[in-house]
T-cell receptor
């Protein structure tokens, strides 16, 4: 258990509305990530953070923004949700060198945009 | 061409069978290889982590990397119904890389 909590776990929203997903970690990891998972595409990186207020774009960042005001929280915002953003969103953390610098995932947030 | 290719299956085997799951990749710079197991409606969980070529064994699981062929495998011995899940391969060129390259996953069902 990597101590990752995602909220909400399930959400249905309307096209054009803003949506924020929250990722909370309890183990003070520096690196945090947001991925989305879609059939036929696998897991794709949206944004990541390497510290408080330090973020960078991933492979599929268009239409998403992130913020990290505290080490433990990493927020993903869809400013104006579209149907193409219907997906499963996974937050992840990077464990330290002693754990092989590997990435561990949360339980996921299922988002449906109607 | 995708960086990582993985047969999506589905793959069904009887309990006790040896399972072979595979991924191929195109980037010769990849050196770090991972296998994740993902149960339905759950997040991926790290199963195996290997560096460069060779084999790594952990209980019933063996990860194998053949860099010359750009091919990695996960073997499951004495498969159990609890092994029924989707298996994802992932890889990167550097330790601690911020972007892993994932396969799309192979769905495995072990039939009692």
């Amino acid at each position: 258990d990597a101590g990752i909590t995602q909220s909400p776990r399930h959400k249905v929203t309307e096209t054009g509305t803003p949506v924020t997903l929250r990722c909370h970690q309890t183990e003070n990891h520096r690196y945090m990530y947001w991925y989305r998972q879609d059939p036929g595409h696998g897991l794709r990186l949206i944004h990541y953070s390497y510290g408080v207020k330090d973020t960078d774009k991933g492979e599929v960042s268009d239409g998403y923004s992130v913020s990290r005001s505290k080490t433990e929280d990493f927020l993903l915002t869809l400013e104006s949700a579209t149907s193409s953003q219907t997906s499963v969103y996974f937050c992840a953390i990077r464990a330290g060198v002693s754990s092989g610098n590997t990435i561990y995932f949360g339980e996921g947030s299922w988002l449906t945009v109607v | 061409q995708k960086e990582v290719e993985q047969d999506p299956g589905p793959l069904s085997v009887p309990e006790g069978a040896i399972v072979s799951l595979n991924c191929t990749y195109s980037n010769s710079a990849f050196q770090y290889f991972m296998w994740y197991r993902q149960y339905s409606r759950k997040g991926p969980e790290l199963l195996m982590y290997t560096y460069s070529s060779g084999n790594k064994e952990d209980g019933r699981f063996t990860a194998q990397v053949d860099k010359s062929s750009k091919y990695i495998s996960l073997f499951i011995r004495d498969s159990q119904p609890s092994d029924s899940a989707t298996y994802l391969c992932a890889m990167s060129a550097e330790s601690g890389a911020n972007n892993l390259f994932f396969g799309t996953g192979t769905r495995l069902t072990v039939i009692p």
